[in-house]
C-alpha cells in the first residue's frame, strides 16, 4: 500500500472540524502545515493535491487562508494554481492579521507574501517555516 499525501481538500475538512469544535489555533496549524506537505510532494502529486476546490471551513478568513497557502505553494514550486484560488469567496472585505496579536501587525504587512496579502490575509516572516 502506497501512501496518500493529503489534499487541501482533506485538509480544509479537518480545519472546518477543527474550527466547529472553537479550535482555531489548530485549523490554523493544519494550513500552515499543508506548506510541509506541498513541499514534500512530486511534482505529479502537487498537482493532484491542489487540483480540487475544497468546501468551506465555515469561516471566511480560512478559506481565503486555504487559497493563499496553495497559490504560494504553487508559485514557489513553478506549478500554475488551480483557477478554484481566484474564486471571490476566497478574498477578503476585511484585512485579517492570522497571528491576532496587535503588535505583530507591522510585520505580517511587511512579510506577507502577495499570495496572502492580495487577498486581506496577513502573516508574520516566520509563519510559513517549519523545522
Known amino acids: 500500500m502506497s501512501f496518500k499525501r493529503p489534499s487541501i481538500g482533506d485538509t480544509a475538512r479537518e480545519m472546518g472540524d477543527s474550527l466547529r469544535r472553537g479550535e482555531d489555533a489548530e485549523a490554523r496549524r493544519l494550513a500552515f502545515h499543508f506548506v510541509?506537505?506541498?513541499?514534500?510532494?512530486?511534482?505529479?502529486?502537487?498537482?493532484?493535491?491542489?487540483?480540487?476546490?475544497?468546501?468551506?471551513t465555515g469561516d471566511d478568513?480560512?478559506?481565503?487562508?486555504?487559497?493563499?497557502?496553495?497559490?504560494?505553494?504553487?508559485?514557489?514550486?513553478?506549478?500554475?494554481?488551480?483557477?478554484?484560488?481566484?474564486?471571490?469567496?476566497?478574498?477578503?472585505?476585511?484585512?485579517?492579521?492570522?497571528s491576532g496579536l496587535p503588535s505583530l501587525h507591522a510585520d505580517a504587512i511587511a512579510h506577507s507574501p502577495i499570495s496572502f496579502a492580495r487577498r486581506g490575509v496577513f502573516i508574520t516572516e516566520d509563519a510559513l517555516t517549519y523545522a
Not at 510541509?36 to 468551506?56: C, H, K, L, N
Open 61 to 98: 478568513r480560512f478559506d481565503s487562508l486555504v487559497a493563499a497557502i496553495v497559490e504560494f505553494s504553487c508559485a514557489r514550486h513553478m506549478v500554475p494554481a488551480p483557477a478554484w484560488v481566484e474564486g471571490s469567496s476566497r478574498f477578503l472585505e476585511q484585512w485579517w492579521f492570522v
Open 36 to 56: 510541509e506537505t506541498y513541499d514534500r510532494a512530486g511534482a505529479d502529486e502537487r498537482r493532484r493535491i491542489v487540483a480540487d476546490e475544497p468546501a468551506s
